[in-house]
Each structure stands twice: as structure tokens, then as C-alpha cells.
Nanobody, 125 residues
Framework: QLQLVESGGGLVQPGGSLRLSCAAS????????IGWFHQAPGKAREGVSC????????DYARSAKGRFTISRDNAKNTVYLQMNALKPEDTGVYYC??????????????????WGKGTLVTVSS
């Protein structure tokens, strides 16, 4: 069974940093585009960043550009989201998701096939 498990969330002060991890079990992440998505309290889920199977192509939401960095280590079967300069509006649940469709399925449409259960990030003083 394909499973994605997010970790690394927590409470951080504004301006702080967190690194989220998305670990896969039951399949090899290397063949998949991976995306990170954010759902703020009371709001719809939105795309944050995508990375293609090789790691050579990435995409970021406007709110994440310059602050967040997506990366992957296929040998460890893990994708990361480094989040710096965090703001209160970054608060919410962060999900990772995978698709074996072309990269634009993630970057343009957010159409993913397998989802993790999320990790909670709270940015507050």
C-alpha cells in the first residue's frame, strides 16, 4: 500500500524556520512528482510547491517564493520542504502528495493521486 507520512511540523515564532519531511513507504518516490500543499484554518487547501521526479524542476506558489525550498533525496525516499521566515499566515496543516502524471499535474492543477495525512504548523508568538 502506498503511504506518505509527513513530519517536522510544530510551533514556531514568526521569522523562524521549520523543515518538513515527506517519507514514502510501499513505493519508491523516485518515479513521482511530489507536491506540498497547505490548508489554513477554515480555508481551502492550496498548493505550495512541487518537485519533479528527478528534482530538476520545481515550482512555488507566490507566497512561498524566496522563503521555502523544496528538495528530495530519492536514496532516502524522502522529500523536504524547508520553510524560512515563517509568518502567522503560514499556519495550518501541510500535506505532501504524489503523482506519476507529468509535472504540470502538480504545478498547474494540484491533481495528485496519493496524499499523506498532514503535519500541523503553527506560527505564533
Amino acid at each position: 500500500q502506498l503511504q506518505l507520512v509527513e513530519s517536522g511540523g510544530g510551533l514556531v515564532q514568526p521569522g523562524g524556520s521549520l523543515r518538513l519531511s515527506c517519507a514514502a513507504s510501499g513505493f519508491t518516490l523516485g518515479g513521482y512528482t511530489i507536491g506540498w500543499f497547505h490548508q489554513a484554518p477554515g480555508k481551502a487547501r492550496e498548493g505550495v510547491s512541487c518537485i519533479d521526479s528527478s528534482g530538476g524542476n520545481t515550482d512555488y506558489a507566490r507566497s512561498a517564493k524566496g522563503r521555502f525550498t523544496i528538495s528530495r533525496d530519492n536514496a532516502k525516499n524522502t522529500v523536504y520542504l524547508q520553510m524560512n521566515a515563517l509568518k502567522p499566515e503560514d499556519t495550518g496543516v501541510y500535506y505532501c502528495a504524489a503523482t506519476d502524471e507529468p509535472f504540470y499535474y502538480c504545478s498547474k492543477y494540484g491533481r495528485m493521486d496519493n496524499w499523506g495525512k498532514g503535519t500541523l504548523v503553527t506560527v505564533s508568538s
